[in-house]
C-alpha cells in the first residue's frame, strides 16, 4: 500500500509543479520555443484589445487560426507512385478528445477524388434482392436516420513498423486513423425495400472513383452495424471522404468503407475482387496468405510525448493517447515508463463509445533520464494489444497489414522523443 501511495502523483503536486508557467499544460513547444511580447502581457493592455476584429462577414465558411497553421495531414512522397493512389495522415498529436476534424480525417485514394453533382447521384442495388431499385440521394435522405460515432482505420496504418521501426514521427507512423460522427440510413433499414433472396450471402460494395474500387462483404455484417453515410460531423461529406454517399463498415478495415458508392450487389458468395485478393491480406512466412482479416483489433497510440511533441522541461507533464477496437469498447489502457517492465492503469475519458476513439491520459514525472513509453490497450472482450514479437511469432515479418502492436517512443536525456523497436 505505502509504494501504491508514493506512485501515485496527486492533483495537488501537478499543480504546484504548474504553477512556474501560469497554468498546468503550457509545457508544448510552440508555446515556449518563441518568446511571448511582453507589451501583451499583464498588467499591460494587449494590442488585441485596442483595435476592432473582423466582421462576421470575413470568413463565411470557418477556418481554423493561423496560429494554428502546423496542424495539417501530411504525405509521403515516396510511400507510391503517385497522390492519386495514395495516402495523407491525420496529425493525431495536435488533436484534442475524440472527434477529428473533417479537413483533417486522413485520405486514402486509388484513383484519386471523384466530384460528383449530387443531382447526377444514384445508388443501384441489385443482384439476389427481390427488387432491384434505384435511389437518388433525396430518397436515401426519406429513410430513418441515424447518428453514430464510428473510428476508420486504414489496414495499413503502422504496416511500415513490421520490419523495424521506420518514420520517426506520430502523425507518420499511425496517422492512417480518424473519428468521426457518421449520419445516414442504415443499409439494414434500405435492404427491407428491396428485400432479399434466401441465398444471398455476400455484398459487393462498387465505387465509382476511377479505380473502380469493389471488396466483398458478408451478409451478417451488412445486416448488423453497417451504414450509408451523407454526411460527418455535422456536415455533408467531403469530397476526399466519399461525397456525396459513402459506405460506413463500423470496427473493419478502412478498404471496405466504399467512398463515392454507387453500387451493391447481392451474392452467393464472396466476389473475389482485386481488393481482397492481391491486396488486403496478410502473407504469411511460410507463403500462405490469410484472407478476409477485416476486424481492425485493439490498439493505442500516445499522442504526447511523441517525436513531434518533445519534452521541454524536467517535472509532471500528462502522458496522452488514443485507443480503439473494432471489437467494441475499450476495457483499459495501461502505460509503461520502462519499455514494459511496469504498467500502470491510465484514465479513461468519456464518452466511451464501441468502437470508436477513447482517449486516456495519465500523469507522469520526467528528471531528465530516459524513458521508454508504451501504451497498451484492452477490450471489453478481454483482448490484449500484443507486442510485436507476439504478432512475430504468428505472421512472420512480411505482411504489411493489421499491425496493432505496441509501440514504443524514446525519451531522450535532452527530452527529444524517438521511434524505436525494442529487443
Known amino acids: 500500500m505505502a509504494k501504491e501511495k508514493k506512485d501515485i502523483i496527486s492533483r495537488r503536486s501537478i499543480i504546484k509543479a504548474g504553477v512556474g508557467l501560469g497554468a498546468l499544460g503550457l509545457s508544448s513547444k510552440s508555446l515556449l520555443a518563441k518568446e511571448a511580447n511582453n507589451k501583451n502581457l499583464p498588467p499591460n493592455v494587449p494590442e488585441w484589445t485596442e483595435t476592432l476584429g473582423d466582421g462576421v462577414d470575413v470568413n463565411p465558411y470557418g477556418m481554423p487560426t493561423e496560429f494554428e497553421s502546423n496542424v495539417i495531414r501530411r504525405n509521403v512522397e515516396w510511400l507510391t507512385a503517385s497522390t492519386e493512389s495514395s495516402v495523407n495522415f491525420t496529425p493525431l498529436q495536435d488533436l484534442e478528445g475524440i472527434v477529428t476534424p473533417n479537413g483533417l480525417c486522413f485520405e486514402r485514394h486509388h484513383g484519386g477524388t471523384a466530384i460528383i453533382n449530387p443531382v447526377d447521384y444514384r445508388l443501384m442495388i441489385n443482384g439476389l434482392v427481390d427488387r432491384e431499385m434505384i435511389f437518388t440521394l433525396d430518397d436515401l435522405k426519406r429513410f430513418p436516420q441515424v447518428n453514430k460515432f464510428y473510428f476508420l482505420e486504414c489496414a495499413a496504418n503502422g504496416g511500415m513498423e513490421w520490419k523495424g521501426s521506420q518514420l520517426n514521427g506520430c502523425q507518420y507512423t499511425f496517422g492512417m486513423v480518424h473519428n468521426v460522427q457518421y449520419t445516414g440510413v442504415k443499409l439494414s433499414d434500405l435492404i427491407q425495400e428491396t428485400g432479399l433472396k434466401n441465398n444471398a450471402k455476400w455484398v459487393l460494395a462498387e465505387g465509382s472513383d476511377s479505380s473502380g474500387m469493389t471488396r466483398s462483404i458478408p451478409i451478417e455484417k451488412i445486416k448488423d452495424d453497417c451504414i450509408i453515410a451523407w454526411a460527418m460531423n455535422g456536415e455533408a461529406l467531403r469530397p476526399e471522404q466519399g461525397y456525396p454517399i459513402r459506405l ?3 470496427g473493419w478495415e478502412g478498404n471496405m468503407w466504399v467512398k463515392w458508392l454507387r453500387r451493391i450487389e447481392f451474392g452467393d458468395k464472396p466476389y473475389m475482387t482485386r481488393e481482397e485478393t492481391s491486396k488486403y491480406t496478410d502473407l504469411l512466412s511460410d507463403g500462405k496468405a490469410r484472407m478476409f482479416t477485416w476486424v481492425m483489433d485493439t490498439k493505442s ?4 510525448p511523441c517525436p513531434e511533441k518533445p519534452v521541454l522541461q524536467k517535472g509532471i507533464h500528462q502522458i496522452r493517447g488514443l485507443a480503439w477496437s473494432g471489437r467494441g469498447k475499450i476495457k ?8 514494459g517492465k511496469n504498467w500502470k ?3 479513461l475519458h468519456s464518452p466511451v ?7 486516456f491520459t495519465i500523469p507522469f514525472e520526467w528528471n531528465g533520464e530516459e524513458m521508454l513509453l508504451q501504451s497498451r490497450a484492452i477490450d471489453e472482450t478481454n483482448y490484449v494489444q500484443p507486442t510485436i514479437k507476439e504478432l512475430q511469432n504468428i505472421r512472420g515479418v512480411n505482411s504489411i497489414y493489421h499491425n496493432n502492436s505496441i509501440a514504443t517512443w524514446l525519451i531522450s536525456k535532452n527530452g527529444k522523443v524517438d521511434n524505436v523497436r525494442l529487443g
Do not use: F, M, Y
Open 248 to 250: 460506413v463498415v463500423p
Open 345 to 347: 492503469t491510465a484514465q
Open 353 to 359: 463509445l464501441e468502437k470508436s476513439l477513447t482517449r
Open 301 to 304: 497510440v500516445i499522442t504526447s
Open 332 to 339: 483499459r489502457v495501461d502505460v509503461s515508463l520502462d519499455g
